[in-house]
Nanobody, 120 residues
C-alpha cells in the first residue's frame, strides 16, 4: 500500500553536490518519519539522515554539516541535499518511510535505492 520512488542519484566529482528526492504514495493515514540510509559494497546499511513530522532532524556524524534533509510542508516528498561530497559517500542510497496505514501503525517501508558515486 506504500511505495517509495527515489531519484537524483548519479556520478559526481569530489566536492560536488547532488540532490536526492523520494516520493511516498499509497494508502497512508500519516507519515511519522522519512529518511535516508546508504550501503557501500561489503558494508552494512547505515543511517544517514531522518526527519520527523515536526521538522526535527537527525544526521549521522559523518554527514553533519554537509547534508541537509528536508520535507517541505510535511508533504510526502523528502529531499537530501548533499554538498561537499567525498568518495566515502559512494553507495546505494535508500529512502525510508515510517508510516501509519489503515491496518498497521509504525510500519517501515523502503525504496529500491539510487546509486551515488563520488569520484576523487
Amino acid at each position: 500500500q506504500v511505495q517509495l520512488v527515489e531519484s537524483g542519484g548519479g556520478l559526481v566529482q569530489a566536492g560536488g553536490s547532488l540532490r536526492l528526492s523520494c516520493a511516498a504514495s499509497g494508502s497512508m493515514l500519516s507519515i511519522n518519519t522519512m529518511g535516508w540510509y546508504r550501503q557501500a559494497p561489503g558494508n552494512e546499511r547505515e543511517f544517514v539522515a531522518r526527519i520527523f513530522r515536526s521538522g526535527f532532524t537527525n544526521y549521522a556524524d559523518s554527514v553533519k554539516g554537509r547534508f541537509t534533509i528536508s520535507r517541505p510542508n510535511a508533504e510526502n516528498t523528502v529531499y537530501l541535499q548533499m554538498d561537499s561530497l567525498k568518495p566515502e559517500d559512494t553507495g546505494v542510497y535508500y529512502c525510508n518511510c515510517n508510516a501509519n496505514t489503515r491496518y498497521y501503525n509504525g510500519s517501515e517501508y523502503w525504496g529500491q535505492g539510487t546509486q551515488v558515486t563520488v569520484s576523487s
